[in-house]
């Protein structure tokens, strides 16, 4: 029998306890140990340049990225490898920016390298973190020619990374609400929608403190980015009344786009991206974006730390700001892309298209979801930007509905 | 020399022990009752109130925990139960296939098995959609996103981990010692009750201990089958770690988590009695 079982079931001898103290001490030794902290000061101008003016082209990048965010056939990165020799690896290994965080954390911590030389993140606060705790390479504009010529305006000037000191956008989109038409038979345009008792049981909401967070103020006809403890604590009662009510199924991840289009929710918060693509499937759900507002939030790219080829990386994030190179990523993953030039191309494309295509693609440039105006980008919201002591508010105000 | 070879062929798995179990459990421990924040680190208080503060935020869903994983156990103990039983006794010589086929949907990942749930018992899917089509349901029936659907998936998903080691016991029952009881009177029932029962208790007692534990703290059945009320202990830890990246409140509720759990083990143990028992579940 081993020790353990009979140290529960057997009385202890004074000598066994003589030993657990002894073990206990040892560990609380063990336990003076913390872990440290990483806030980094921004890196100084002519370091940066020293640590670029260093790195060579080493024919090979190592890409990570979302799922469904690059045609099958790879073509925009079988280009760069024929422009330029550099050998890519792709890999869909990031499905949620918490998680990805979490696992990446430690690692980079441990001054250790992820393995990659590109990923994408969320203008979320786990981005926030990276660039914060210093695990993302600053980047060198003077070898970013493409970018500087043709990304949008908008797109260079994010107040999450001024400047673009560490991230080039890869793709934006929104967040609105789907539904599934053969339930909904109403045309959805408000907010309201979410809340209303006679969807009861058939709503779904995201998990993501963020989201949830936004929907919340939003309904509320709160500004996110203006918004302040007192707001979010009002949001967080109008998410729990609606949960009290029995009017949401369940708060969800990712899975949210299956269960709207297997009509398990009929109406729920979701991704613009994700419904365009189900859409094509031929499912019946529609995306809008509630006349009271919507998120739009950025996927950026950046180099981590410890990056094994960081001038081949920053090669392919200059080469998918070609305007042509862009349009062939966009055509596929329909989300809002960084270059304005691409609606053009994609117009010029769709006079010379024929039948079914021609259609797509009318649909795509037309769509303000894709190429939003003026006037959409007014209705649409960033995420709160939040300090760490902040976020230890945020946080636990929508967790304590979405995890109840 | 000689005298020192065990101890030589023990060291890897000590070694192992040390390493995997020991270094991150005092770790563990000591981030436990440290105070901070990711970005500007961690740093040791002995913060006891920690554990206070853990536990104050999460008790309904530790206690949840406890119950799901309660329930599921009976229920995986009623199942399984008779399964063995079935498979020891009247499975002759197909034992090992009625057993591979037992074991079969787990060559599949745990999730995977979970999601094909989520797939099945939508509220439109093949199952319930076919019933609703002739009448047989009222429309707005569902499962998933209900108590009962994840309780039924951690019973599904760890009701082999309660028949083996039934199987394994009754397996072992001599058919003498029923015929036996039998030659002195004793009824089926009273055979099964005062013979067979007894001897398959070890068996019982190791199913018990394989399930309930990995149930009460399972996240991936509540996260996939749940609502907006089923969220376990489990899920809670995930999101203190790898979202809030508060380590000391995620390490707080792993030890409670864990300590509840050895507790319950230990009165268990206590309970069922017994050395006799737990001799046996260790042969």
């Excluded at chain 1, 999450?160 to 109403?186: C, F, H, L, Q, R």
């Excluded at chain 1, 289009?261 to 499937?281: C, I, N, P, Y």
């Excluded at chain 2, 020192?4 to 000590?14: C, F, Q, R, V």
Aim: aromatic share 12%.
């Amino acid at each position: 029998m081993n020790p353990f079982m009979r140290g529960m079931t057997q009385p202890r001898t004074r000598r066994d306890v003589f030993r657990l103290a002894g073990a206990s001490a040892a560990g609380l030794a063990l336990a003076a140990c913390g872990v440290q902290g990483q806030k980094a000061a921004p890196p100084k101008a002519d370091a940066v340049a020293d640590f670029w003016a260093k790195q060579k082209k080493n024919g090979k990048v190592v890409f990570a990225n979302w799922p469904e965010y690059m045609p099958e056939d790879k073509a925009p990165l079988e280009k760069f490898k024929q422009d330029t020799g550099i050998a890519y690896e792709y890999k869909e290994v990031i499905q949620e920016n918490a998680e990805f965080f979490g696992k990446a954390d430690p690692v980079l911590r441990a001054g250790q390298s992820l393995g990659y030389d590109i990923v994408v993140m969320t203008n979320g606060i786990q981005l926030q973190h990276m660039i914060e705790l210093g695990y993302a390479v600053a980047l060198d504009h003077s070898k970013l020619p493409n970018f500087q010529a043709n990304a949008g305006q908008k797109y260079k000037e994010r107040a999450y990374d001024p400047g673009n000191k560490y991230t080039v956008p890869y793709t934006s989109g929104v967040t609105g609400i789907a539904y599934n038409t053969e339930y909904v038979k109403e045309e959805i345009t408000s907010i309201e929608a979410l809340f209303d008792p006679k969807y009861k049981g058939r709503v779904g909401m995201m998990a993501d403190a963020q989201e949830i967070g936004n929907f919340g103020m939003f309904a509320l006809g709160i500004d996110p980015e203006k918004s302040t403890e007192a707001d979010w604590q009002k949001a967080g009662e109008k998410l729990k009344a609606q949960r009290d009510a029995g009017i949401v199924r369940k708060y969800y991840d990712q899975s949210y786009i299956d269960a709207v289009s297997k009509g398990d929710v009929w109406l729920t918060m979701a991704w613009s991206g994700d419904v365009f693509q189900r859409q094509l499937a031929g499912e019946p759900v529609k995306f809008v974006v509630p006349a009271e507002g919507g998120t739009i939030w950025t996927d950026n790219m950046l180099i981590p730390k410890g990056a094994a080829n960081p001038l081949d990386a920053l090669m392919l994030m200059d080469y998918l700001y070609q305007p042509a190179v862009a349009a062939e990523l966009d055509e596929f993953i329909q989300y809002v892309t960084p270059v304005p030039a691409v609606q053009d191309l994609l117009r010029e494309k769709a006079k010379t298209a024929t039948g079914e295509d021609k259609k797509a693609l009318e649909d795509m440039v037309d769509s303000p979801l894709m190429f939003p105006t003026e006037a959409d980008y007014a209705k649409l919201r960033s995420y709160t930007r939040l300090t760490t002591q902040q976020e230890q508010v945020f946080n636990p105000i929508f967790q304590s509905i979405t995890q109840a | 020399m000689r005298r020192l070879t065990p101890y030589l062929l023990a060291l890897p798995s000590w070694m192992w022990l040390a390493i995997f179990l020991v270094v991150p459990m005092v770790a563990m421990a000591s981030v436990s009752l440290q105070t901070g924040n990711a970005i500007d680190g961690f740093a040791m208080t002995f913060s006891f109130s920690n554990y206070g503060d853990a536990i104050g935020r999460y008790s309904p869903q530790l206690v949840r925990s406890l119950v799901y994983g309660g329930l599921a156990t009976v229920a995986m103990l009623v199942i399984g139960y008779p399964v063995a039983y079935w498979i020891a006794f009247k499975g002759g010589t197909r034992k090992s296939v009625y057993l591979f086929l037992l074991l079969l949907p787990f060559f599949v990942s745990f999730v995977l098995r979970t999601i094909s749930w989520n797939f099945l018992l939508s509220d439109n899917g093949i199952l319930f959609g076919t019933l609703k089509g002739w009448g047989l349901l009222p429309a707005d029936f569902h499962v998933l996103a209900t108590t009962f659907a994840v309780v039924g998936g951690l019973t599904y998903n760890f009701l082999p981990f309660m028949i083996l080691p039934i199987y394994v016991a009754l397996e072992r029952v001599d058919p003498r010692v029923v015929e036996a009881a039998q030659d002195l009177y004793a009824s089926r029932t009273a055979a099964f009750r005062r013979v067979v029962l007894p001897l398959s208790l070890p068996g019982v007692f190791a199913g018990v201990l394989m399930t309930f534990v990995p149930a009460t703290a399972d996240p991936i059945n509540a996260a996939i089958l749940g609502g907006t009320a089923n969220t376990m202990i489990g899920n809670i830890i995930q999101t203190e770690y790898l979202t809030n990246l508060d380590y000391p409140t995620a390490s707080a509720l792993s030890f409670t988590l864990m300590a509840v759990l050895l507790v319950g083990i230990f009165v268990y143990a206590r309970a069922l009695g017994t050395e006799n028992v737990l001799e046996a579940a260790a042969r």
